[in-house]
């Protein structure tokens, strides 16, 4: 009954449904791919696993089409990153924030073209979105491996050091970052490699996964970040 609970109260919110959306349109994907080429008697069912597939990322592109004010508040706020430290974390983010905020009306007219909404070559669209999704995994793999490298410092001081500047709690803070970090990078990597995948042919890897390999990719990337709004969950109701 509690992880009904949950779930039902996840799904109350828009960021949770679009969690639970993507984390099965993968995986049908995932399964799907499997069953079509490795199960010739089970083809058919891998068919429909892979249009169940399509149908929800179409569901996820159709829901993005509200995404725009929201990611334009979270950029106004940010700004200029005033409050970062880290010279190097505020100019990533910043560009990170602007490929965000770009992508999201390219991705529109891709859609509309191909809903026959808009008079334009889709192709060119959805290859624009593409590549500004694409930067900004990037962006944030580079702003991931940064900030672990900048944590681990901190944890290699002498222990001294932790006695008289970093408190108990505050070093397993700071290894709690490490851990959040590294599912990021972890999930930013398995994005990127399937945003390479879906750029035009010739560039790198594209077109050369095969169905399942996108899918387990996709639900590796989900999966993580289920797993970190969870965690992030319980640190919120832990907080005095």
């Known amino acids: 009954m509690v992880a009904l609970s949950d779930l039902a109260s996840a799904l109350e919110s828009y960021r949770g449904r679009d969690r639970l959306i993507r984390t099965l349109g993968y995986s049908c994907q995932l399964v799907g791919?499997?069953?079509?080429?490795?199960?010739?008697?089970?083809?058919?069912?891998?068919?429909?696993?892979?249009?169940?597939?399509?149908?929800?990322?179409?569901?996820?592109?159709?829901?993005?089409?509200?995404?725009?004010?929201?990611?334009?508040?979270?950029?106004?706020?940010?700004?200029?990153?005033?409050?970062?430290?880290?010279?190097?974390?505020?100019?990533?983010?910043?560009?990170?924030?602007?490929?965000?905020?770009?992508?999201?009306?390219?991705?529109?007219?891709?859609?509309?073209?191909?809903a026959k909404i808009l008079h334009v070559d889709s192709a060119r669209w959805w290859t624009l979105s593409t590549t500004l999704w694409g930067l900004s995994l990037l962006l944030g793999v580079a702003r991931s491996l940064w900030m672990v490298l900048k944590l681990r410092q901190r944890l290699r001081k002498p222990p001294e050091a932790f006695t008289s500047r970093l408190t108990r709690g505050k070093r397993r803070t700071v290894e709690t970052q490490i851990c959040s970090e590294v599912l990021t990078l972890l999930s930013n990597l398995a994005d990127l490699a399937n945003a390479v995948h879906w750029l035009p042919p010739g560039?790198?890897?594209?077109?050369?996964?095969?169905?399942?390999?996108?899918?387990?990719?996709?639900?590796?990337?989900?999966?993580?970040?289920?797993?970190?709004?969870?965690?992030?969950?319980r640190q919120a109701n832990d907080t005095p």
């Open 33 to 114: 791919g499997v069953l079509v080429e490795q199960c010739p008697a089970r083809s058919e069912v891998g068919t429909r696993l892979l249009a169940l597939s399509s149908q929800l990322s179409h569901c996820r592109i159709v829901l993005r089409l509200f995404d725009d004010a929201a990611m334009f508040v979270y950029t106004k706020q940010y700004g200029l990153g005033a409050e970062e430290e880290d010279v190097f974390v505020r100019c990533v983010s910043i560009l990170g924030n602007l490929a965000d905020q770009l992508y999201y009306p390219c991705e529109h007219v891709a859609w509309a073209a191909d």
């Open 203 to 233: 560039v790198l890897w594209a077109g050369r996964f095969p169905q399942w390999l996108v899918g387990l990719l996709g639900t590796l990337s989900s999966l993580l970040s289920v797993y970190q709004a969870v965690q992030a969950g």
